[in-house]
């Protein structure tokens, strides 16, 4: 619920984005949150100018043991909790089953 004082924006993160409408130029963008909201934030920033190499995003919900012992975070050859948690989109595109 929206409080009256509060000054800040208030509502869907990927709709506040596309208000808020950054700039590309000599940014980066870095997201975390429900990989529902991450994917539609990704597809905003795309649309926004943004490269992928300009984005960084989280698989954290996809580790399990955290230390590379049960393979259930394995995404191609990478462990996103050893090799991650944290990625480039650029990376993470090239890798099918990042986003499955």
Request: net charge negative.
């Amino acid at each position: 619920m929206e409080e009256e004082e509060w000054p800040h924006f208030v509502g869907f993160v990927p709709t506040l984005l596309m208000e808020v409408a950054p700039k590309p130029e000599n940014t980066i963008a870095v997201t975390c949150g429900p990989p529902i909201m991450i994917k539609f934030v990704l597809e905003n920033l795309e649309k926004l100018g943004f490269a992928p190499e300009q984005i960084y995003t989280t698989l954290e919900n996809r580790m399990k043991c955290g230390i590379g012992k049960c393979g259930r975070c394995n995404v191609g050859n990478m462990y996103v909790c050893k090799d991650g948690p944290v990625f480039s989109y650029a990376m993470l595109k090239t890798i099918p089953e990042a986003f499955a």
